[in-house]
């Protein structure tokens, strides 16, 4: 009896169109879930002649009027993150991998040069996630402008039976990669075994995922990047992670 | 003219106008000037005025036609593609402009509705990544500039995409045939054969209580049981010289139209078949030969390996590694295509190292000791002859004399290594494509088991079975795969991702896929004559 009265209270207030303040139902915290969800209020409420709660409930649930939306989202998208960045150390094997310029070097040797090294796995016929991947790195090259003389981009297939030196100098060629930018290849037993070290071996190369990996020169701690950076995230966290060592 | 003219012929003008206009969304006859353009912009990246299309991800990341097409995340199929984590949706016209219930990922939220693109609204998706609801799109795909003539361009072709289902499918059957040569060997065809029926008997036993409900099945399972259909495997025998082939797999086809051909057991000539399997896109999956056509043009047909020309790549490769301080020679016969082939990519191969080859043609008649008087210690031999011309060569004695180094290919030699003389035993070498003989019927053992509980194992011919069945396996999960969507460019995307985590093995121990790529074996192990008559390998599994 009382819940009733209280009820068509709130109801009575929201229809003089005080429409900005959420029914005290909808917030009380000592809630059993009620039968409405919780609003999402961002820029979709305002005065309007809503008969009742669930009419309103409905214009919210659908978010008809997408004026409002376009912008939210927008903004929403342009500042969130779309990845995840974490911080681990690996232990690299000793295998000698090729170059796409038909170059034997042992991987440890590569990855121990006295610059501050960007890495990143792909194979040339993959078609979603690498091609972003290697444009990303194109686009930090074209941002790093004659910096990028100071950094080492190393790109390692995980598809080395058709990934040829000859297949990735195509690959590389498409990119526009740049003298520090190398890609590497090897038997597929010593590929698997840097994959595993470096936590990127996923069984089918089909389920690979979008990860680059940046680490300071001579310096133990990789930053690991998985899902879709920005080139400007991409400087942005190796400015970070270099700023000490200038 | 009458006043009653006039006003017809504006009707007329008004109405032709009319239709006119809408002509464009319409305007999805293949081959017309939008769909044109629309192709050349999804499936090569070039705008209509030529230049390559350009596109930013995620803000900054620029990129440029030829780097992210349109085809290669959203398909030839326009039924799209998913990656890892990453799903690409379809965007055939067919789901693109009609509306797409998408269910939730995050409950109690309800499922998406999202509406029918329109022009505009796609001109928004790929312009500036809002979809049809105004919700930005996935930050994978990119935002390209484009202008109203490539969007028309566009929406004609993707209207085109996977409209009408593959020929070679009934209401309740689905025809798939299998190739054999009347010049095969009677036990080899038979072997193949054998698989094939067998399999499709049982398939077909095991799914009969699926079609019946595929007629009758309940609104909420109507997805899962509709696609059953009762399988048929025609046999298409080629006969005579493989000129004539194309008209009779012409015949053949104009007979019963298949949705795909599976394996088929065609050890030159393939060549004859290609055209038909490119025209009239078909896929070919698997055909057991070894003069597949190289070409990275096409799309439907999916081969074991490169053939004569891998065994090739593969004598290369070795040759690169371990150089001779003398010259490479080879010895190949002119009048059998797979040796002339070898000769011929071994060359081309080794000339992309600077290593010179000298080629020595031999006939029918072999004069074992004239060619091999000129052979000395620092050479590397390397034979494209069969097994009898290779022992007569190898057992002259010139060759015990010079004792060069020699390689040879199990797939002209075979594995048998009982006459290999034992002076130049431990300067050959071979190459061998394939799993180890020894170690092949443990690899085979499940398909093995299988044809001998069906009793129609044939250890002489385990190779030719065992390819039949891994053809078989590969195309009875890809129809499941399809879901019913009985596109062939579905059909092949769909082999493209599976191949790399298969449960069924084949006779090779590594073999992988990717899009675009149509050769699922790149290895050979190099192998020693083993002293027991056989070989052993020397090296693991490894790609030239």
């Known amino acids: ?246 | 003219m009458s006043n009653y003219h006039k006003g017809i012929a504006t009707l007329s003008i008004i109405a032709c106008t009319f239709f006119y206009s809408t002509a464009s969304f319409n305007d999805d006859e293949v081959g017309s000037q939008a769909y044109v353009v629309g192709k050349e912009l999804y499936s090569k990246g070039i705008l209509p005025d030529g230049k390559l299309v350009k596109a930013t991800i995620q803000g900054d990341i620029a990129v440029e036609g030829d780097q992210l097409i349109c085809e290669t995340c959203h398909r030839r199929s326009g039924l799209g593609s998913t990656e890892g984590q990453q799903v690409v949706p379809a965007i055939a016209g067919s789901v693109l402009f009609k509306p797409l219930r998408i269910p939730t990922s995050k409950p109690p939220e309800p499922p998406t509705y999202r509406e029918a693109y329109t022009k505009e609204t796609l001109m928004r998706a790929v312009r500036d990544g809002i979809d049809a609801n105004g919700d930005p799109l996935d930050p994978f795909m990119p935002r390209y500039e484009i202008d109203g003539q490539a969007l028309d361009g566009l929406m004609a072709y993707v209207n085109t995409l996977s409209k009408t289902p593959s020929p070679g499918v009934t209401e309740d059957t689905i025809h798939f045939a299998t190739i054999i040569l009347s010049s095969n060997n009677a036990t080899d065809n038979k072997a193949l054969l054998d698989v094939m029926e067998q399999y499709v008997q049982q398939k077909n036993i095991e799914t009969r209580y699926e079609s019946k409900r595929a007629k009758n099945a309940p609104w909420h399972k109507a997805w899962l049981f509709e696609p059953y259909r009762k399988w048929q495997i025609h046999t298409w025998e080629l006969k005579g010289e493989k000129e004539t082939w194309p008209a009779q797999l012409d015949a053949y086809y104009t007979q019963q139209p298949v949705f795909a051909l599976i394996n088929g057991l065609v050890p030159t000539g393939w060549e004859s078949i290609n055209d038909f399997c490119e025209g009239y896109g078909i896929p070919c999956l698997f055909p057991t030969t070894q003069l597949p056509v190289i070409d990275d043009n096409n799309f439907y047909t999916i081969y074991m390996t490169r053939g004569a020309v891998h065994e090739a790549e593969a004598v290369a490769s070795y040759i690169k590694k371990n150089p001779a301080s003398g010259e490479v020679v080879q010895f190949f016969d002119n009048t059998d295509q797979q040796s002339a082939v070898a000769a011929k990519s071994l060359r081309i191969e080794l000339q992309k190292s600077g290593i010179k080859v000298m080629d020595v043609a031999v006939d029918k008649h072999l004069d074992t000791a004239g060619l091999s008087s000129g052979l000395d210690a620092k050479q590397t031999v390397v034979l494209w002859l069969d097994k009898h011309a290779s022992d007569e060569l190898l057992s002259s004695a010139a060759m015990s004399q010079a004792a060069p180094k020699v390689v040879l290919s199990t797939q002209f030699y075979g594995t048998d290594s009982l006459h290999i003389p034992r002076e130049i035993e431990k300067s050959l070498v071979f190459v061998h494509s394939s799993e180890m003989p020894d170690h092949l019927n443990r690899l085979l053992l499940r398909s093995t088991g299988w044809f001998k509980s069906k009793r129609i194992y044939n250890s002489a011919t385990r190779e030719i079975q065992a390819n039949a069945y891994f053809a078989l396996k590969v195309a009875g999960d890809a129809t499941k795969h399809i879901r019913g969507y009985f596109f062939r460019d579905y059909f092949i995307e769909k082999i493209e991702h599976m191949i790399d985590d298969l449960p069924y093995t084949s006779i090779y121990p590594r073999i992988g896929m990717a899009p675009d790529q149509r050769f699922v074996s790149r290895g050979y192990y190099l192998a020693k004559v083993d002293g027991k008559g056989g070989i052993r390998n020397i090296t693991e599994w490894i790609t030239p």
């Open chain 1, 1 to 246: 009896m009382l819940k009733t009265l209280v009820f068509s209270c709130v109801l009575s207030t929201s229809l003089n169109g005080v429409a900005e303040e959420l029914p005290s139902i909808a917030k009380s915290e000592n809630d059993k879930p009620s039968f409405i969800p919780p609003f999402k209020m961002d820029c979709v409420t305002k005065p309007t002649n809503i008969p009742n709660l669930g009419e309103r409930f409905k214009l919210v649930a659908n978010m008809d009027d997408h004026s409002h939306h376009d912008h939210a989202k927008h903004m929403k998208m342009m500042e969130s993150r779309n990845y995840k960045l974490n911080s681990a150390s690996y232990s690299v094997p000793d295998v000698e991998l090729t170059s796409h310029r038909g170059e034997q070097r042992r991987l440890a040797d590569v990855l121990n040069s006295d610059k501050p090294i960007m890495l990143n796995f792909i194979f040339t016929t993959c078609t979603t996630i690498c091609p972003v991947l290697s444009a990303s790195f194109h686009q930090v090259q074209e941002i790093l402008g004659e910096e990028s003389d100071s950094v080492d981009m190393v790109s390692i297939t995980i598809d080395p039976d058709y990934d040829t030196p000859e297949q990735l100098m195509k690959y590389s060629k498409r990119f526009k990669a740049g003298d520090q930018w190398q890609f590497f290849t090897g038997s597929y037993q010593d590929v698997v075994s840097v994959e595993k070290a470096f936590d990127i071996f996923r069984g089918s190369k089909m389920n690979h995922e979008p990860i680059t990996l940046i680490r300071d020169r001579n310096g133990e701690q990789w930053t690991r990047i998985n899902g879709l950076a920005s080139a400007e995230d991409i400087v942005k966290e190796y400015r970070k992670i270099t700023a000490g060592s200038q």
